[in-house]
């Protein structure tokens, strides 16, 4: 926290609540120097020389002077190593038991003195010392990793390591959770320790709110993703490599890992992007389903203050026929900012307010905070206190925090009690009218001038019958709370769907919903790093993320709040939102040009409703993100691994913002193939780079050759966009019907195009997982034929 930031948390709490937070971060600094016991001497250990190997099911142990690593491959192909007897679980991470041993993988002498198990897949070589190296089939290495060194406390205690590996010369890497100088990951240090920035950020700033331990690395030789499965502090030291010339020798990447604690155990997933992704999310749980109207345009304000403001501002969009699906209510719609409570001064009658939004197409959505004001007579506090759902300290004392609402305790989300008392609180939430939630404050917050703003080290947590204390807890509180607030969500409405995204978060967190930028700064930095965060997310497994479009922290001018909409119109999670003193977001707010710049927008995402419900299935089906990097089909394609200014949208649509200030025109860089300028139909060809037209009404986005798009009707049906493929080629597409807010299984529709006789013609490969007889229909380039496919059809683009 700068000056700047310790001036606005003070006009924000007050300076009565700066000089409590003062106070607060004086005695959780003391609470540490006075409960973690001091490392003191610490003997340094590595694995020494193998000694003996014993065979398992997938694997087997071998054993060294002073260690011993098990390795396993898994049925799906994933592999597991762990260090001392680190099994896979206990894992925050994974979503229940770790998948069963493949029966065909053997342990097996190597040279050189070592052993490795070969897999259909991948083979995983070990050395007499103790290094890893994971191989493809034909013998390619893809990672390797130094033989680990530990530092063990002579007094007992946890052991900090340290892990080094090398990858490919040409390997870029991606991942590490929410990274706002990503997407891809240059040379630098990033820690690991889920952290509020205490203001606005930018690309320059790290870490934020949720760091995994997740590499995913993309060379020429494929790509593989490697999860170390520890929640402890830790940073990460990445080296990209370079390529010899001529004569010269590689010099590979490199990635140098040092944890505080924790165990030494690692997951790979290797293959094509897809498949990593797939096979991380089969680890990990398949990501919650949205609802269908939370892939709509959403609003929030920190400060609307009262119901007749939240009407204006509903009115406002009705009035100007500009789409609105949710309104966000933030922490002004409190009594005293207490979570779980509503100021009736301002908001008199929130559920009735809610019923007139909703027969406007509106929904209601609230945050909620995990810290409870530490009062007696609060029910929320009395609540907890009876269920002992508090975070103590060694002692058995409550550990408290400075917050919004003031003094606070922090439910121990790590405690399965704990977790049921805070899910049924949600009853609250659910009787004042509200459709979906988002959590904040997670990570968790205590205000602080100085450290960390959390809570002490040193607190002691459950971490679900284990026990252990904050070092251990701290990045997986976030995860947990998410927890408890999705199933507490399913258990008070089991027909619904729900609606929630995190602010922090774990490896693992897909599982209960989504997340959002979080305080991004306002200005061109932020909207770049906006970006970076969608696509470091979903490449780590979170694929329903978001920024605060305009920034949460001023006043963006008219054509920056433009292009960060015209941005957020393509995300997942389409949401403006902004601090009380960063004044209004609402479009028409900033002109004429812009209002008709959004309303195109926002008509576009409306017209793609039905194409975002299918990548919001197929991200649970699959795993793939909805944003995808645009390497996403050709990761050897060089070019496209450094192209960090335009992404995909699923696999039909190509998609370049404009980052910088006054540009009416950009280059894009093309994946191999032909490509529609949606806005013109003029066709290019990829690889390439190619110069497009972006005024200000509009960003460049493009179609792929071939491609079969889900959209809305004039009418509101769905209908089939198709893009014409070159003559000769094949396309397609899958279509996956919106079955509404509850749980009916999804039906994924398949449809192929190709021309014949100048005339592109499209077919249903199949009757979709839910029936329909195959058929097929033909169209010219911009007609609108219908029937035997099921849906009407227009094709677009030129047959040639």
Known sequence: MDGDDLVRSVKAVGSAGGLRALRSALLRRRADARDLPARGPELARVPGAVREAEPRPGGGVVRFARSELEVRVAVGGAVFWGWDGAGPQPSYALDGPAPEPDARAVLEPDKDGGWRVVSERLTVAVSRHGAVEVRTPGGVTLRRELAPRWWEPVGGGPARWLQRSEVAADARFFGLGGRAGGPRLRAGSYRLWNTDPGGGFGPADDPLYITMPVQLVVADAGTHLAFYDSTWDGRVL????EEGAGSGHDRPGGSELRMEGGPLRCWVVAGTPARVLQGWTGLTGAPALPPSWALGPQHARWGFGSEREVRRIVAGYTERGLPLSALHLDIDHHDAHQVFTVDRRTFPDLPRLAEDLARDGVRLVSIVDPAVRAERGNPVYEGGLAAKAFVKDVRGREVRGQVWPGECAYPDFTDPRARAWWGGLYQERIDQGFAGVWHDMNEPVSFAPFGDPTLPRSARHDLDGRGGDHREAHNVYGLTMARAGY????RLRPDARPFLFSRSGWAGMQRYGGTWSGDV???WPGLRASLSLVLGLGLC??????????????????????RWFQLGAWLPLFRTHAAK????????????????GARAALAERRRLHPYFVTLAQLARLTGAPYVRPLWWGAPADRALRDCEDAFLLGDALLVAPVLERGADRRAVRLPRGRWYDTATGEAHEGPGQVLLDAPLSRIPVLARAGSVIPVRGEDGALELEVWAPPTGRRGGGLVVRDAGDGWERASVERFTTRVVNGRVVVERADGGEGGGPPGRVGGEAGGGVGGEVGYPVRVRGVAR
């Open 238 to 241: 990445l080296r990209e490599g």
């Open 487 to 490: 199933e507490g969500l399913r």
């Open 521 to 523: 700064s306002t200005g």
């Open 541 to 562: 497994g979170v694929p329903y993320s978001g920024p605060d479009v305009g920034g949460f922290t001023g006043s963006p001018s008219p054509e920056l709040y433009l």
């Open 581 to 596: 003193w960063a004044g209004r977001r609402e479009p028409w707010e900033f002109g004429t040009a812009v209002l008709d």
